[in-house]
């Protein structure tokens, strides 16, 4: 066993390089550049003025404490939480598509 593991350190899964995303969610981090980037890092796990979203669907739950689901996720994007504004009104169904499945990347 590694001594991380027998320490109990966990070991965050890395995000999908860059180069290796599909076209999919290349279009999901150009909507994530345009409307989420000011607020969330992407690749840095660490916040900004939201909490990081490296390994968001790697974890059990979101930072709000609700499952780690797509339909959860949506309906944060669309109807905001907390600081978060809503975004239902900024995106088309694609974008937002393209965005969920740049998200599993991270």
């Known amino acids: 066993m590694g001594l ?6 966990r070991v965050e ?18 909507v994530f550049q345009t409307h989420c980037a000011a607020c969330h890092y992407d690749r840095k796990n660490e916040p ?18 609700a499952a780690a689901t797509d339909e959860r996720v949506t309906a944060t994007i669309e109807h905001g939480r907390g600081l978060m504004p809503a975004m239902g009104n900024t995106m ?15």
Do not use: F, I
């Open 13 to 30: 899964p890395k995000p999908t390089p860059l180069g290796e995303l599909n076209q999919q969610q290349a279009r999901g981090r150009t």
């Open 92 to 106: 088309e169904q694609q974008e937002l598509d393209d965005l969920l499945a740049y998200l599993h990347t991270l």
């Open 48 to 65: 900004l003025h939201g909490p990081a979203l490296v390994g968001l669907y790697k974890k059990p739950v979101l930072p709000s404490g």
């Open 4 to 9: 991380g593991v027998m320490a109990g350190c």
